[in-house]
């Protein structure tokens, strides 16, 4: 049984196609800068978006909170002023 999955492992092993251990190219040197300048730009342009969309969703996050606090606090009043006096 032992046998069956050695010869079996072995035929796995030598019919995968063997890996390249890194990244080789045909491109010239100038190529591979210009695609990487272009590369970072976009990554620029990604982080920016983001950036802006962190200080929008922050901005209402403390907007929110602001009108929760201020509706907290009027509500407390009115229930206050509303409530039956004592004589």
Do not use: Y
Not at 42 to 52: M, N, P, R, S, Y
Request: proline fraction near 3%; charged fraction near 20%.
């Amino acid at each position: 049984m032992k046998l069956k999955h050695t010869i079996f492992i072995l035929f796995l092993a030598s019919a995968c196609p063997k890996a390249q251990a890194g990244w080789f190219s045909n491109e010239t040197e100038k190529e591979l800068q210009k695609e990487l300048v272009q590369t970072e730009e976009q990554l620029l342009q990604q982080h920016k978006a983001t950036d802006q969309w962190e200080i929008i969703a922050g901005v209402l996050g403390v907007g929110c909170i602001l009108l929760f606090v201020i509706g907290t606090a009027i509500g407390a009043k009115t229930r206050h002023a509303s409530s039956p006096k004592p004589e």
